[in-house]
């Protein structure tokens, strides 16, 4: 059991206004101390991006009145949030990172777009057991109340189990009410693309420009994979890793006349 | 053997008019038919990031007289790059997707930040073989003579033989005379991580702000890891996966109390 109040760092992608934070922020009050920092603006589909022609502004702001956490505002990426906050900001390394819960699937191929999901896997580059959340749902008025107890649920398991060195978890839960959800399945990464459709329209002087508009294909029918799981009521958590490496490719290729 | 020409698809982090494109270009007009999609500006450390949230401009562009290939310039991101090329611009899915020659290192925990490999991945996602290149020096003026005759051999050997399903080729070249370089082994990435430390500055109206500067800090003894054979003086080439699940994992997040 946890001797003493954990240190929590919250962020997400979709920018420290975003309900999907608030709610994290809630949950995570009730484990233990709180620090936030995340973007001033949304950062959807920034993937692993960082600031490094640019400068970054951090400041500390109160987005609700008489909230337990201290909350920065950062003008950069999900991933250069938790690198200030945990290289700049807080005093020791946080017990735990989570980042969302982002309005939206994070399921499958799309965790490599995912600014939320790079946030978590940073942390976990740095040691930092992490999970990123995300939902289903990507309104701005998305219900957030039925994934409350699964997130609590999560933190809490994470704190006292830890993680696998090198491995952070991919969190989505379907869009149900609590009463529907089946329960949480462990699963791999289903194997899926996206086929674009880009729109395109000119500017008022002429000139083309695009629209990225997309089409997500998924070609696994695995009955052990995340988006089976949240087809079927079931919240998802794949274990995500940031060591790349196709081990198993690496004699094909050893094959080759180089 | 190939029996007609490889259409080639050419895209950087560094922005079309880098010369480790320009490298790259030169010699793939030597195997195939060149087709280029890059950025108009740079674009480093911006990993899988996508535009979601603006527009896209794509348009042809010479950028030198009389060259075989056509080229278009984008104001998006890297694997923006290669969605316009593949799902827009391109009349049929090219053979080969070839990324770089990026200026400064992608070996290790850099293939995430990396813009030059997301790109490759992009391509790997679409079941496109494909290669990212960098050369370990970050000035605009680097030599990248030496390395011609390994880009070369790898683009070959990669159109013969293709790449196994969901993998793509991660390359990094020392910085060496072509005399002085050993070989080409294939590696795994090696486990390391940055310890940031921002430079905080103030701006003429007294706001603070932050350069995000880092070191790399390389935890891996072994020899069979990107970062050794570049030290000792071969070229690595990092098999990469996209399918992100932590296998091992899943068994012992399932014994958790979920």
């Not at 329960?183 to 002429?206: S, T």
């Amino acid at each position: 059991m946890l001797q003493k109040k954990p240190l929590i760092l919250v962020t997400n992608d979709d920018g420290i206004t975003a309900p999907g934070i608030r709610t994290l922020i809630e949950v995570m009050n009730e484990i233990g101390e709180v620090l936030v920092v995340a973007p001033d603006s949304p950062q959807s589909g920034m993937g692993h991006a960082i600031t490094v022609n640019d400068t970054l502004f951090c400041d500390k702001v109160i987005v609700e009145k008489n909230a337990p956490q201290m909350e920065y505002s950062c003008s950069g990426t999900p991933v250069d949030c938790v690198k200030l906050a945990v290289n700049e900001i807080m005093k020791r390394k946080p017990d735990l990172c989570v980042s969302g819960i982002n309005h939206g699937s994070n399921s499958s191929i799309n965790v490599i777009y995912s600014g939320t999901m790079s946030a978590a896997v940073e942390a976990g580059t740095m040691g930092i057991p992490s999970i990123g959340f995300s939902l289903l749902d990507y309104s701005l008025d998305a219900n957030f109340e039925p994934v409350k107890p699964f997130v609590k649920k999560l933190a809490l398991e994470c704190l006292e189990n830890g993680l696998p060195k090198g491995v952070v978890l991919n969190v989505n839960f379907p869009k149900l009410a609590e009463k529907e959800i089946k329960g949480v399945k462990v699963c791999r990464q289903a194997k899926a693309h996206w086929i674009e459709n880009f729109e395109e329209r000119r500017n008022p002087l002429g000139r083309r420009y695009y629209w990225l508009t997309g089409e997500f294909i998924n070609e696994d029918k695995g009955e052990d994979t995340d988006e089976w799981a949240l087809k079927n009521g079931f919240v998802s958590v794949v274990p995500v890793q940031f060591d790349l490496t196709a081990h198993h490719a690496i004699q094909d290729i050893n094959s080759w006349n180089l």
